[in-house]
């Protein structure tokens, strides 16, 4: 089992920065990728970034590349999202996901343990 814990979301105005961490503890050889998502009010969840523990090229959603940076501290079992340019539609519930592989990313299938979630709001 891998247990999950989101934090850093809050609110921002729109065009500022913020970023999320998500700590990874328990059977950490099941959380070899860990991967972010998002769901905002009556949408479905959002592939956001995916990254392989250790690894050096981030899975990224065509919505945020360019703005998202996804990385990592293996020492200590926690991925980042470093997120610029927010916009009101990045607004949403951000969850961190993990499992042991990753091929296609960010897809919500390939993730077995989830987070509870950390509220990202973007004012204006």
């Known amino acids: 089992q891998v ?11 729109a065009g500022g920065s913020l970023r999320l961490s998500c700590a990874a503890s328990g059977n950490i050889l099941s959380a070899n ?6 769901q905002a009010p009556g949408k479905p969840r959002e592939g956001v970034a995916a990254i392989y523990i250790g690894g050096s090229n981030p899975y990224y959603g065509d919505s945020v590349k360019g703005r998202f940076i996804n990385s990592q501290d293996k020492d ?6 470093q ?6 539609e990045d607004a ?12 296609r990313g960010p897809v919500e299938s390939e993730f077995r343990y989830w987070g509870q979630g950390t509220q990202v709001t973007v004012s204006s």
Not at 92 to 103: E, W
């Open 3 to 13: 247990h999950l814990v989101e934090s850093g979301g809050g609110s921002v105005q």
């Open 33 to 38: 990728c860990m991967g972010w998502f998002r």
């Open 76 to 81: 200590k079992n926690t991925v980042y999202l």
């Open 83 to 88: 997120m610029h340019s927010l916009k009101h």
């Open 92 to 103: 949403a519930m951000y969850y961190c996901a993990a499992d042991s592989f990753c091929i």
